[in-house]
């Protein structure tokens, strides 16, 4: 009892963390728990695989480092993620339940509980209690947030406004899941060295950083965000237009509102679909013929007066002009030289 404690532990805690996180539309129980157990019955096929193509095939000392990273992206990696996405599609993303980008990282993340809740269970019963503490630090919490990567561009893409972005989005979130689970498995795997595991606490702490990262985007992308108005207070709405739950009103304070007379809810809840303004068409004008001119009309039209031409600008007078007010100046009266008055050089002397 207490082994199965040990195992089951930490995806139960996971869970419910996650569970918590989810403010605005927290996700029935019910349907977690079929998401859960759609990720056990995914575990089974993969266990069969890992034992009839991996562990028998192959002698993992003996590999060289292309073999083992072969094993552990493809034959690993690749199928295990392969069917805890399948788990993931077939219950949860179609779901009307699923309704906003959070929902996403909650389904995901609980189908790849349910398949690490199976293979901890087995682990543990072969490794007794200091497996059950290894695992409930490294490879349960690396199962749960590989899941959240797909869940989160899941998420998004279901959303997506854009067709073409969809399948684009579904395969980003889950190549990043194989790409982690294949690089984590070859570090817990690295037969060349003791402490190679050692690297597995800095990529786990990558992905605890990426992860949060997720969850606040999807939460803010929530169309039942309460919204707020200018001066950073609550208007009893959703930021889809819809009014507030009541719960959520009484938490936040806020009276509960009633919907808009033109609101129409979607199922998704992202956008509200207001009726399209009905556009009155205004009546033809009567197609009026134009007169016909009668051929005197040229005759009897009024004689254009002639415009007379502009008279010419006269030019300006200049300084020298008379009239103009400006007298040249007049040079200064000759003086009469005596014996004191001094020469001036500045005049050219003339011949007395």
């Not at 889809?240 to 806020?254: E, F, I, M, N």
Request: charged share 20%.
């Amino acid at each position: 009892m207490n082994i199965f404690a040990l195992a089951l532990g930490p995806v139960v805690a996971i869970l419910f963390f996650l569970w918590i996180k989810d403010r605005y539309e927290r996700e029935p129980l019910k349907y977690l728990l079929l998401t859960l157990c759609a990720g056990v019955v995914a575990a089974i096929p993969v266990i069969i695989v890992e034992i009839l193509w991996v562990h028998i095939s192959y002698d993992i000392s003996a590999l060289t480092t292309g073999e083992l990273a072969f094993m552990t992206f493809i034959e690993i990696g690749l199928t295990e993620e392969f069917f805890k996405a399948v788990a993931f599609f077939a219950t949860a993303y179609w779901s009307k339940h699923m309704n906003e980008p959070y929902d996403g990282i909650m389904y995901a993340v609980a189908a790849a509980l349910g398949f690490a809740a199976i293979e901890n269970v087995m682990y543990v019963l072969m490794g007794g209690v200091p497996a059950a503490f290894v695992r409930a630090l490294t490879a349960v919490p690396a199962h749960a947030m590989m899941g959240l990567f797909i869940g989160y561009f899941a998420g998004r893409a279901k959303f997506a406004k854009r067709k073409w972005v969809k399948p684009f989005l579904i395969l980003t979130g889950f190549s990043i899941a194989v790409f982690l689970h294949g690089l984590y498995d070859l570090i817990a795997m690295w037969p060349y060295h003791r402490l190679a595991w050692l690297w597995l606490f800095p990529l786990l702490g990558v992905m605890v950083v990426a992860s949060l990262l997720f969850i606040r985007d999807a939460r803010n992308r929530s169309p039942f965000k309460p919204a707020v108005d200018e001066y950073g207070r609550y208007t009893g709405y959703t930021v889809s237009g819809r009014p507030l739950p009541p719960k959520v009103a009484a938490k936040l304070g806020v009276e509960p509102r009633l919907p808009p007379e033109d609101f129409v809810p979607t199922e998704s809840g992202q956008k509200p679909v207001l009726p399209k303004p009905e556009v009155r068409k205004q009546p033809a004008k009567p197609e009026t013929k134009a007169a016909t001119p009668y051929f005197l009309d040229e005759y009897f039209k009024p004689a254009r007066k002639e415009e007379s031409p502009l008279p010419a600008p006269e030019p300006p007078t200049t300084p020298t002009e008379p009239g103009f007010g400006y007298e040249s100046p007049k040079e200064p009266p000759a003086q009469k030289k005596g014996p004191d008055t001094p020469k001036d050089y500045s005049r050219p002397e003339k011949d007395e």
